[in-house]
């Protein structure tokens, strides 16, 4: 994986080590289910910091709620400062958190550069009707030289006029990296990104998201069941269990945790 590509400059610039995200009561609710209940943590800039739990525990309903695809029942989500409890996605998006999901959604039929330009069209001026009709050719242009550079890094460059339905599933995991980054985020979301993948991609997955953080002056947040990963890549590790936090730390810390231990890690 080479390649680089300028980062989105920071609406406010933040120190290292300062508060970028926080979650103070994070509740939701879906009838009598409480998916997410009652959920506090703050996520520093410039950390790797982990999510796991058992199947069900909530992790990917609290993406959800922190990106804005589901409203919550209660609490409030701040970023840099800026209360943006129930902001719609796109300007969630829009202010510089991007995700990837769990169950992969890029547009099948798209090819792959086409996927990442799509992505970037929430950063430019042009729409994307502009875009894929070449209204603002100027523009396009960068888009297209942006879409290259992270396929690219990601190692797709040589299939970038593949459907990406066509893709192997570890491949379409790539290229939904690539597209979240292509909305130029400060905050990266990334839902379970080594699933699919075998023993060494897992171990270059590791080395390649600490270097997209490192160029790319990125917070990221993973929820990943490979433990292993985990507790290699991640500065900090919270762990959920029926929808409630049981534990917020090191990873050292954490894996000694008895509830933690009983709960998810087993003997």
């Not at 330009?117 to 894929?132: D, E, F, N």
């Not at 190692?155 to 570890?170: D, I, M, T, V």
């Not at 491949?171 to 909305?183: F, G, K, M, N, V």
Request: charged share 20%; proline share 4%; net charge neutral.
């Amino acid at each position: 994986m080479t390649g680089h590509i300028a980062p989105n400059a920071p609406a406010t610039p933040m120190s290292a080590g300062q508060q970028v995200l926080q979650a103070t009561g994070l509740t939701r609710r879906f009838g009598g289910l409480i998916a997410v209940n009652n959920v506090s943590f703050e996520v520093r800039r410039g950390e790797i910091f982990g999510l796991i739990g058992p199947n069900g525990a909530g992790k990917t309903t609290l993406f959800n709620l922190m990106t804005g695809l589901t409203p919550p029942s209660s609490g409030t989500l701040t970023f840099g400062g800026k209360d943006i409890t129930g902001f719609a996605p796109h300007r969630v998006a829009g202010l510089g958190i991007g995700r990837t999901f769990q169950n992969i959604r890029l547009f099948k039929i798209l090819s792959a550069l086409e996927n990442v330009k799509v992505a970037q069209h929430a950063r430019t001026g042009a729409g994307l009707l502009q875009g894929l009709t070449g209204r603002d050719r100027a523009e396009e242009r960068l888009v297209d030289e942006r879409a290259w550079a992270l396929l690219d890094l990601v190692g797709l460059a040589n299939r970038a006029g593949e459907e990406a339905g066509n893709f192997s599933y570890g491949d379409q995991r790539r290229l939904e990296i690539a597209r979240a980054l292509a909305t130029q985020p400060q905050v990266l979301l990334l839902d379970e990104p080594a699933a699919g993948m075998n023993t060494s991609e897992k171990g270059e997955l590791t080395g390649f998201i600490r270097r997209v953080r490192d160029e790319y002056d990125l917070t990221v947040m993973v929820i990943e069941h490979h433990v292993p990963l985990v507790m290699n890549l991640c500065d900090r590790v919270a762990v959920l269990n029926f929808g409630e936090l049981i534990a917020v730390g090191d990873p050292a810390s954490v894996q000694k945790d008895p509830k933690v231990i009983e709960a998810y890690l087993g003997g």
